[in-house]
């Protein structure tokens, strides 16, 4: 499976993102899509989770609310819908796949997209 990401950018505090995750290869053996997220200086952190069937999302404390997952199998694509961004949202944005079950360790995932970068900045 291969993961690319895009979408990132500059954006004021308040405003609203969009991230996409386009998946191709043995698209067929994901069952679940994350998005994590990497500030400078920190570990990477989970920001949620996405059956790739069922559509069913869990997120981390910090984007409960705010952030909203979603995905088109047809154009085996995943989306990560960011509104009220604040500058602590600063980061490289990932999305992984993970071939069974749901999780929110990076290290449990089986294939990751390159990252896009998300500046939140007046």
């Known amino acids: 499976v291969q993961l690319q990401a895009s979408g990132g950018g500059l954006v004021q505090p308040g405003g609203s993102l969009r991230l996409s995750c386009a998946a191709s290869?043995?698209?067929?053996?994901?069952?679940?899509m994350g998005w994590f997220r990497q500030a400078p200086g920190k570990e990477r952190e989970f920001v949620g989770v996405?059956?790739?069937?069922?559509?069913?999302?869990y997120y981390a404390d910090s984007a409960e609310g705010r952030f909203t997952i979603s995905k088109d199998n047809a154009a085996n694509m995943v989306y990560l819908q960011m509104n009220s961004l604040k500058p602590e949202d600063t980061a490289i944005y990932y999305c992984?796949?993970?071939?069974?079950?749901?999780?929110?360790?990076?290290?449990?995932?089986?294939?990751w997209g390159q990252g896009t970068l998300v500046t939140v900045s007046s």
């Open positions: 996405i059956s790739w069937t069922a559509g069913t999302a």
């Open positions: 992984a796949a993970r071939t069974e079950g749901y999780t929110a360790v990076p290290g449990t995932y089986n294939y």
């Open positions: 290869g043995r698209t067929f053996s994901i069952y679940a």
